[in-house]
């Protein structure tokens, strides 16, 4: 099975702009959680979505969004970005929610200058 | 809120067993988990444990769990250069919640 792949790798935007990530989990995999990595605050949780529908939400400003479509694949908006969401974004995936082990892609390195 | 610690560094030689120490404090916790970073990757979970076990084996990993003192460690046998990376402990409950330790960047010198 092919594990989570998340779309770009890498991405360089500036201040004020908007950018949407990709993540495309597990086949079979029905929820789909967002997190941020920085070396300042390590990993935090942003979002997770379960059949379209956003079950969880992290202590984010409204600029992070996401949704999910009906092949469980998902996206994450942030939009007028700030220096400080330079980071690394990982999507995990499981096969439901709850007490489900969750697989992470391996991440969209955004910089923003 | 509710957290998860670790200690930031641990070196060991190549060939001797790594210990990686994490507490947390949410007594609700249902799963604990290990996972394993490498330079400019995501995370790879190693290994879980539910929160009813003491112990779980797998192959050169082992996880023990104090529940009474909320304690978690994960334990290399025979630690190999390429073990070096970061280690996260995570925890999560009933809902879902997902919380991390800051990770402990593991280095293992030949």
């Known amino acids: 099975k092919a594990g989570v792949t998340q779309t770009p790798r890498y991405l360089i935007k500036t201040r004020g702009q908007q950018v949407t990530l990709s993540c495309s989990p597990i086949s079979g995999h029905r929820s789909v959680s967002w997190y941020q990595q920085t070396p300042g605050q390590g990993l935090q949780f942003l979002f997770e979505y379960f059949s379209e529908t956003q079950r969880n939400k992290g202590n984010f400003p409204g600029r992070f969004s996401g949704r999910q479509f009906s092949n469980s694949r998902s996206e994450m908006n942030v939009s007028t970005l700030e220096l400080g969401d330079s980071a690394l974004y990982l999507c995990a995936s499981s096969v439901s929610s709850g007490k489900d082990t969750q697989y992470f892609g391996p991440g969209t390195r955004l910089t923003v200058l | 809120g509710e957290d998860v610690e670790q200690s930031l560094f641990l070196s060991v030689r190549e060939g001797d067993s790594s210990v990686i120490n994490c507490t947390y404090t949410d007594s609700s916790s249902t799963y604990l988990y290990w996972y394993k970073q490498e330079p400019g990757a995501g995370l790879q979970l190693l290994t879980y444990i539910f929160s009813n076990m003491d112990m779980k084996q797998d192959q050169r990993l082992t996880v023990l769990l104090n529940k009474k003192d909320k304690h978690l460690s994960l334990r290399i046998a025979d630690t190999q250069t390429g073990d070096s990376a970061i280690y996260f402990c995570?925890?999560?409950?009933?809902?879902?919640?997902?919380?991390f330790g800051a990770g402990t960047r593991l280095t293992v010198k030949p």
């Open positions: 995570a925890e999560s409950n009933d809902n879902n919640d997902m919380r």
